[in-house]
């Protein structure tokens, strides 16, 4: 039995690995596009020209879409195999890190260490967003506490040994993040830009924390590699809406393979489906969390 799943799993790494070169320009697009449309929506507020209600669910939906290429960036999935494109990946994530207030310098730190050690409670810096599961209160401190930890865990015995240059930039990430923010409540006289500031990040953020964070890895019990993240399968009459997810509706497939770009997720997880099923891989419904067997 062994013998056979380590076969399985070398099939799958090889099928992996034919989405790992690839310029991943549809990640540079979705930088752009976020770029463009978060500005876009604070002028359109500023001035007048959208309600409050459609301006921050804008700002939600774009918090939301921010913290994809930042992942991607992390992970050195945008220049793929063309290491003379490292500039662009690091530019990309360095774009869209001031909306999700994520230091793209220093997220590595925080973002590889939950890889290494997925669901284990004393070492897995992500699994505060367990406690998301206690009731509404505890969704609350624990989303606060998950948001914390994204940009405090590199004081945890790192900080004292990075680079200065490092340090330095992380300090000018954090910085320019507060600094526009406060800019922005200067130069726009309108009511209620507080208001869009706050509750249009943390409806976003807190999005992303449910459904990039804490969903994939529920229940928590497991620290396997085949186990330990979820594919939350969508039902037919949701799969018009499943480009809304980015793809983390398959974070099964980025914790086994972390170099295939997102936009890849499903046609990969189509191709190695029954290897992940062999090995254990949960397979539930996304809302009714029970498993779903693999189609005839």
């Avoid at 900080?159 to 992380?170: G, H, S, V």
Wanted: proline fraction near 5%; glycine fraction near 6%; charge should be positive.
């Amino acid at each position: 039995m062994q013998n056979d799943l380590g076969s399985l799993n070398k099939d799958a790494i090889a099928i992996s690995k034919e989405y790992t070169e690839e310029l991943a320009w549809p990640t540079v697009a979705l930088t752009l596009f976020v770029l463009i449309a978060f500005v876009a929506n604070l002028w359109m507020f500023a001035i007048g020209v959208t309600p409050l209600w459609v301006s921050i669910l804008a700002y939600a939906v774009l918090t939301y879409m921010s913290y994809t290429p930042l992942h991607e960036a992390a992970h050195g999935n945008i220049h793929g195999g063309r290491q003379h494109l490292q500039w662009l990946n690091k530019l990309c994530g360095y774009l869209v890190a001031p909306l999700i207030m994520v230091p793209f310098s220093t997220h590595t730190v925080e973002h590889f260490t939950h890889h290494r050690y997925t669901n284990q409670p004393d070492k897995d810096p992500d699994y505060v967003v367990s406690g998301m599961r206690h009731g509404f209160l505890a969704f609350i401190w624990h989303g606060l506490g998950f948001l914390w930890v994204q940009n405090t865990f590199l004081f945890h015995g790192y900080w004292k040994t990075a680079p200065l240059r490092e340090r330095l930039t992380f300090m000018a990430e954090v910085t320019f993040a507060l600094s526009w923010r406060a800019l922005f409540l200067v130069v726009c006289t309108r009511e209620y830009s507080v208001l869009l500031l706050v509750a249009g990040y943390f409806a976003g953020a807190f999005f992303t924390a449910y459904w990039f964070a804490y969903r994939p890895h529920h229940a928590y019990e497991e620290t396997a590699r085949y186990r330990n993240t979820n594919s939350l399968l969508m039902p037919v009459w949701m799969q018009p809406m499943q480009w809304f997810w980015l793809g983390q509706d398959l974070h099964s497939v980025h914790h086994l393979f972390p170099r295939v770009p997102f936009y890849r997720y499903r046609q990969l997880h189509r191709r190695i489906e029954h290897v992940m099923r062999a090995h254990g891989t949960p397979m539930i419904g996304i809302f009714s969390r029970r498993d779903i067997p693999a189609a005839e």
